[in-house]
């Protein structure tokens, strides 16, 4: 088979493939995506980001949920429509967002070769499918990504368990549903089900929801989510999923019995490096499979890189894109992006959002940094109240010398777009001083920003917060 040559060959179209290609191809390079879905943007377009918050906003819209609260009603369409038109509308993102990844491609001139791929010597991409083609690149980057983990003493064959990919493809709503795992997905699903009214138990066999989460806020979300009727199962793990007489049983490490009629399982992500040929290239991975790679995205093969899920945490989509983009300005030598932010905002889209960026208190702590921190309610922020949605905090952490911000924690409605503000005084070194002398829009969620730096300052001259 001849090989046809192109600068860049990137094996993936996700997050971490398309950007990465878009950025060598904006240079000038020739680039071919392998992509073995016929939709090309990987999990966000596909089976993750786009569908779930696309469905959770659906919910919203549909229940009337926000608003529940004000005005005493919700649209109360029977759940069977509910979930078609949420379902409609997922579809109809789906559709628009591969659109775009298609013409985004396009438009850079990078071709999409629809097959598997799998590395082969000298660089070469082997691709399998409608066609046989032989790929070689100057370069080559790994983006394969991830897909949900699914523990082989977990029965993924029984209908009603699902992972966050399968439960996609829900046609009714349970009544009663188990959600295993208290990670981002978990309470994407958990709290987005309880929107919809069904019956919804979290578990999980750590302490926290979200762990990886300033501790009071998590706390604030735990005690939101009890509040919407979710029945939270912490610091216990799952012994057993099966079935008794016909029934679905899910069995806790105390012995405690749950009988739902659809388990979600949604703990943890596996790296898609089967059948890559990774061994044979020299290319070595981590004992959960993941790619290791040093601070430029270079794997142990000469000229062969690795960038977003597939070489592991923190596995977001927005992370994934830059690496890809870091990973190609190294390999061809273009002088623009050299590092991927080492602050990385995080959001998380539950019912209600967390955003974060920057250091925990608990890191504060551990870090010995004599810190402080700030609050502002959401039930005293006067847009909250007129929105009718007093359910959440921001906090902030800082310096206690020199106020110097050190992170950023917000739970409530749109926290995810909140937490940028805060991002933008991080990544200049700002002061909380910045949040007092800044004229916010009255009313709105940001002026929260305003009144947690005020209440930092206060704390200041009082005894020291203890986290
Ligand atoms: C339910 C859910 C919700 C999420 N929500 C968010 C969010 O709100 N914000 C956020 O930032 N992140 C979110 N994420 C994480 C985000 O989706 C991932 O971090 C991101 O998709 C990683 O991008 P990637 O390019 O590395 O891989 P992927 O998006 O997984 O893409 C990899 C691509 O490679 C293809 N592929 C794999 N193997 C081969 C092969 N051998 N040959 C050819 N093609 C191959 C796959 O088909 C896929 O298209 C969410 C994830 C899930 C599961």
Redesign the pocket.
Known sequence: MTQERFDLVV?????????GAAQAAYFGKRVAV????H???????????M???TMREAALYLTGFRRREVYGVGLDLPPEISLDRIRARAREIVRLTVETVRENLERHGIELVH????LEPSRCVA?SGETERSLRGGVVLI??????FRPSTVPFDDPDVDD??SVLALERLPERLVVVGGG??GC??ASLFAALGVDVTLVDAGERLLPFIDAEMSDVLAEIFARMGIRLVMGRGVATIGRVDGALAVTLANGEVLRPDKVLF?AG?AG??E??GLAEAGIEVDPRGRILVDERYRTAAEGIYA?????GP????????E??RVAVCHAFGIPFKETVDPLPP????SIPEVGMVGMTEEAAVAAGIDHEVGRSWFAQNPRARIAGTTDGLVKLVFRRDDRTLLGVHVVGDIA?ELVHIGQAVLHGSGTIDRFIHTTFNVPTYAEAFKYAAYDGLQRLSGPRSSP
């Open positions: 094996i993936g179209a996700g997050p971490a493939g398309e950007k392998v992509e073995r879905s939709a090309p943007g990987g999990t966000p377009a596909t089976t993750g980001g569908p779930t918050k097959g598997l791929g799998r691709v983006a394969t990504g991830s897909r949900p966050s990919e981002p997905v994407e699903y949604a992500r898609n490096t059948g890559l960038a977003g899920d597939v070489i923190p596995a977001l989509a927005s992370v994934s894109a690496q890809g995080f959001g998380v889209y995810s």
